[in-house]
């Protein structure tokens, strides 16, 4: 079974105020990586303190970064359609929407099936 594992950190937790700072996602292939896309994202706006705490991602390290938009397409390509697995994946797969991203992609929630 091929699946992409996928998290996002965020600047904070509104899709439509807040924005992408990091991408990361894993293709696997069964218990094997056959991929990986990762790459931190300049949000063009201060990242919020308590955001630099959670994430240890500072305005110095996303400096020379391009913004999501120019990530786009490299990552749709990458996810292509397989199923995404993640964290509370409803959370990241909402940002990437609001960001131009709409992935109608399987989704299983590791939140969800540690608690089955």
Not at 15 to 21: L, N, V
Request: glycine fraction near 6%.
């Amino acid at each position: 079974m091929k699946f992409v594992a996928l998290d996002l950190e965020t600047t904070g937790l509104d899709a439509e105020k807040d924005t992408i700072i990091e991408v990361a996602a894993v293709k696997f292939e069964d218990d094997k990586i056959i991929g990986e896309f990762q790459t931190l994202i300049n949000p063009l706006r201060p990242i919020p303190a308590l955001t630099v705490n959670i994430t240890g991602i500072t305005d110095e390290m996303v400096k020379d970064a391009k913004p999501f938009t120019e990530h786009l397409e490299n990552l749709k390509e990458f996810i292509g359609d397989l199923p995404l697995l993640g964290q509370n994946i409803k959370f990241d797969i909402g940002f990437l929407a609001s960001h131009g991203l709409r992935l109608p992609n399987a989704q299983l929630d590791t939140f969800v099936l540690a608690r089955a």
